[in-house]
Every structure is written in C-alpha cells, then in structure tokens.
C-alpha cells in the first residue's frame, strides 16, 4: 500500500490538536502577543502625538519633557522589540514542536486511535448519581442499552499504522461509529464499562478485531484512562496485533499438554504396575491359602484346625491387601484445602472472560444475566473456577455445528441457596446418555476422556452443593449448580 504524502504541520494540527503539554505551554505564553503588539503601538502613537503636541507648543521648558517621553518610547520599543523576536522563538519552537509529534504519531511503529468514550462516561455518572452500586452488573443485565451506549463511541482519528493494520485506503474510513467500523468490540465493550466505573487509571486488554476485509485477528489493546470526573472525549488507544504470538502460544501450550498427558500416563503405569506388584502377592497368597481350606475340607476326615490356619492366612492376606490400597489413597490425597469469602459475581465475570477467546472461535454469543443481590460463598476460588470454565467450554464445544450459537449465564439468589445455570443452544444429550455424564470415563463426544463433567460435580460437591443437568434433543443443555449462600 503506497502511503500518501501530508505536510506534517498540517497533520499535527488536523490529527494532534492537543499533541503534548509541551506545545500547550508555549501557546498559553504566546496567547497575549497580539493584545501586547496593539497597546505598544498604541502607546507608541500616543507618545508621538504628545511629542508634536509639545513641539508645536514653542516652549522651552518643554524640550525635557520631549526628551523624557523620546526615552521612554525607546525603552518601551526596545522592551517590544525583544518580545517579539522571544515570542516568534516560542512559534518557532511550536511549529517544530509539532511536525515532531505529527511525525512520532503519523510513523508509529504502533496502531493508535483516538476516540471519544463521553456519552459513556456521562451513562456511567447517572447511575452513579443514582446509588447503583454494580454498575457492570446493571449493564450486564440489559443487553440493549449496552449495545445503544456502544454505539455512541466515535473513533475521531486514527494514524497510518492503523490504516495498514486494518487494510484501509485512508484514514476517513476508519473515522465514525465504533460498533459500524469494530463491530467485534462489541463483546470486550463491558470490560471497559467496568474499568471505566471502577475509576481504573489503564486499561489493558486482549480481543480480536474484524479488518475491512472480514479477516480476524487477535490484538492487545491498551489505553490511558482519565482521571475520576476528567472529560472522556480524547481517549488515546494502542493496538498490537498478537495473532502469531498467540498461534506460537496455542502450539506451545499444545506441545505442554502432550508432555503432561504423556507424563499422566506414565505416572498412572508406574502406579498400577505398583499396586498390581504389591497387591498380587497377598492376593496370591489369598488364592493359595484358600486353594489349601478346600483340600483339607475335601478329605474323607477333615483337618479343622488346618482349616481354621488357612481361613486366618486368607482374613491376614486380605487385611494386607486392603493396606495397600489405603496407602495409596492416603498418598494420592491433597492437602487440605483452603477456602474464603468470596463474590460469585466476580468469579462468574472472570471465568466467562477466559473463555471469551475461545467462544469468538467458535462464533458463540455469550450472554450474563446475574442478579444485583447475588451474595457471596464460602469457596476455594480456583477450584470453583474452573468447575465453571469446564462447564462454559463443555457448551461452546457442544455448538460448533448448531445454527444458533448462544451460551448463557445466570445467576438467582433464593435463600439459602446461589444457583447458577450454564445453557447453550447444541444439540442437547440423548436421553440414554443424560444419566451417565456425570460418570468417570463416560463420554458422548469423540476422543472425550470422559472426565470433565465428573470433575466437575466433584468440585461442587466439595463445597456442599449440587451439579445437575436438564436436556432435550436438538433444544441444548443446562447444567444447574446449586451452593449454600454464606454471605450472612
């Protein structure tokens, strides 16, 4: 793509009205200049004239004052004179001040946008205005009017690299509506709702921008916020393509998962050929000394005190068998675990935003629906998390072939219970393989270990609560978890 030649001087002032403090500064110094010129000219006319009025006068007492006011004209033009030269510095200084900051911005090696985010910020200060507490919530709870507030963001401008980055032809296309020109920033919008309602000072985001192509790629996106009150009409935004790092990431994470499997494999071989080692000698030891009960029981005069020594062998081989599998138990458990109070809100908001870049890949709309009194659970958060995580992926995966992709979260308080529900929209679970999900090593899709589901219940079981799952065929699936509200 050619690039277009633009006076830099004009591109700063078109494209960076407010480049730097640095420029600001020296206009606030050269604002009077223009009022200072006309009242030294005004006064320098105005001694002129008292200076001839005294001279037509013909006295001589005169000549002093002439002299005096002579003096003080020089001194007054010498005054201005080096005003002036100071002040066309300052505009030199200015003007090459901003062919600077319109080459830094224009030749960035980094895609920036400026964007106008005030009706936002105004939405955001009414409900505060209005005692709403969770305001991401609120939002989160209205689609509609979040997708009207989305609306509202304008892109003003935008510098070369993000012509490039978005395989534009200039910069007036990449001007207007943020939701017409990134209609994908849709579903990162209510991670800047809730930073910009927390009062955050930046904003640092991973998601997948749409170019004028159609072709998606995955991009970090970072942004100075203002402060608490400031206006948020001049937001500056820098975007970073991570398309290759984040493929190079997937490949290695893939190459990790296989050394992992490989590694479970190898450990669950060392461990079986341990306990069948330590398990067949007593078993062993079980079948001969029965063998021996049966031999001195088949005699025409049975040995009952043999027979008592080999019942005694087989109930000490068994004892002997059982500690084994005790010890393996005892060596396969955790520690115990650490729990603590915390906002099922949160842990909702922040499993549903690591499984975003993966509903994006499988064009799944994800919808969150939580009630504004939700409470709060005495949990182990990571392990809670992720019984989430499993339960959101295990949906998006569910839709790849479905017509209509949604998954939905919701989020009830009734007393003394929190339920959660998980629903998409795929092709829901045969009847005969509803009962079996939650089994270990039962799977419905294929290459499935069967595990997930199973691992799931077990996490939320651990903190006393219910994993359950309601479907239709061709009407999707829900999973309802249901915990115990410790909120108080």
């Known amino acids: 793509m050619n690039r277009p030649h633009r006076p830099l001087a004009l591109s700063a002032r078109a494209v960076l009205p407010h480049a730097s403090g640095l420029p600001v500064s020296m206009r606030k110094r050269i604002r009077p200049s223009a009022q200072l010129l006309r009242i030294g000219v005004a006064l320098a006319a105005f001694a002129a004239a008292v200076v001839v009025a005294l001279a037509d006068d013909g006295n001589p007492e005169h000549r002093v004052e002439i002299l005096l006011i002579v003096a003080t004209a020089f001194i007054a033009a010498a005054f201005f004179y080096q005003f002036l030269r100071s002040n066309l510095e300052l505009q030199r200084a200015v003007s090459e001040a901003e062919e600077r900051f319109a080459e830094l911005y224009d030749r960035a090696g980094i895609s920036i946008w400026r964007e106008d985010w005030s009706a936002v910020g105004a939405a955001i200060q009414d409900l505060r205005d209005a005692g709403v507490a969770d305001i991401p919530g609120w939002f989160a709870a209205r689609p509609e009017e979040t997708r009207a507030l989305h609306a509202t963001v304008r892109i003003n401008s935008v510098n070369w690299k993000s012509v490039e980055l978005m395989g534009a032809s200039s910069e007036a296309e990449l001007v207007g509506s943020l939701a017409d020109i990134l209609p994908g920033s849709a579903p990162a919008f209510h991670r800047w709702i809730a930073a910009l309602s927390a009062g955050d000072s930046s904003f640092v985001g991973e998601s997948a921008i749409q170019r004028l192509n159609g072709e998606v790629f995955d991009c970090l996106v970072t942004a100075a916020l203002p402060r608490e009150g400031e206006p948020l009409t001049d937001v500056i935004i820098c975007i970073v393509e991570i398309t290759k790092y984040k493929r190079d990431r997937a490949e290695l994470m893939h190459v990790r998962d296989e050394i992992a499997r490989t590694q479970r494999i190898a450990t669950v071989g060392a461990l079986t050929a341990s306990i069948a080692h330590e398990v067949n000698s007593p078993l062993a030891a079980i079948a001969s000394n029965a063998a021996a009960c049966v031999r001195w029981l088949e005699r025409s005069e049975p040995d009952l005190e043999e027979v008592k020594t080999a019942v005694a062998a087989v109930i000490e081989d068994t004892h002997r068998a059982k500690a084994v599998i005790d010890r393996t138990r005892s060596y396969l458990q955790k520690a115990p675990r650490i729990t603590e109070q915390r906002d099922i809100r949160g ?139 410790t909120s108080g």
């Open 347 to 485: 842990l909702i908001r922040a499993a549903l935003q690591i499984v975003e870049n993966e509903a994006h890949a499988h064009e799944v709309n994800l919808g969150l629906a939580l009630n504004e009194e939700l409470g709060s659970i005495n949990c182990e958060p990571v392990q809670l998390q992720q019984a989430l995580i499993n339960l959101m992926l295990n949906g998006i995966q569910a839709m790849s072939k479905s017509r209509v992709r949604q998954l939905t979260v919701r989020a009830t308080r009734k007393p003394p219970h929190i339920l959660i529900s998980i629903e998409d929209t795929g092709p829901g679970i045969a009847p005969q393989d509803l009962g079996r999900i939650f089994e270990p090593f039962y799977s419905t899709k294929d290459g499935g270990m069967g595990m997930g589901l199973s691992i799931c219940r077990t996490i939320v079981e651990s903190h006393c609560g219910t994993l359950t799952a309601q479907s239709s065929h061709d009407a999707g699936t829900r999973f309802l978890i249901s915990l115990p509200d």
